[in-house]
Nanobody, 125 residues
Framework: VQLVESGGGSVQAGGSLRLSCAAS????????MGWFRQAPGKEREGVAA????????YYADSVKGRFTISRGDTGNTLYLQMNSLKPEDTSMYYC????????????????????WGQGTQVTVS
């Protein structure tokens, strides 16, 4: 699976951004897709994840109520709508795909995912 993120940029606190992730070259059906972020000097952290049909989603406590994850109709595109952005949201954001449906116990664990995009930078000032 190839994953290509887009939509990052610089925004003022309180603003919004919408990240997109285009998936192609499937070798299996990614039953789980998610967004992670990693700031310099920090560990990669799970932001949100969703199932293949988008029926169940999971969020980090730090973004609940502000971010929304969704999948396109064909399942080949993943989105992250980010509202009310804060300076602490500044990070490189990565799209990830994995073969197994996520659960509350593992969606945020990077090892749950096999494929990763190159990342898109989000800067909030």
């Amino acid at each position: 699976v190839q994953l290509v993120e887009s939509g990052g940029g610089s925004v003022q606190a309180g603003g919004s951004l919408r990240l997109s992730c285009a998936a192609s070259a499937y070798t299996y059906t990614p039953y789980c897709m998610g967004w992670f972020r990693q700031a310099p000097g920090k560990e990669r952290e799970g932001v949100a994840a969703t199932t293949i049909g988008g029926g169940r989603s999971y969020y980090a406590d730090s973004v609940k109520g502000r971010f929304t994850i969704s999948r396109g109709d064909t399942g080949n595109t993943l989105y992250l709508q980010m509202n009310s952005l804060k300076p602490e949201d500044t990070s490189m954001y990565y799209c990830a795909a994995g073969p197994n449906p996520p659960s509350s116990d593992d969606w945020y664990i990077p090892q749950h995912y096999d494929y990763w995009g190159q990342g898109t930078q989000v800067t909030v000032s």
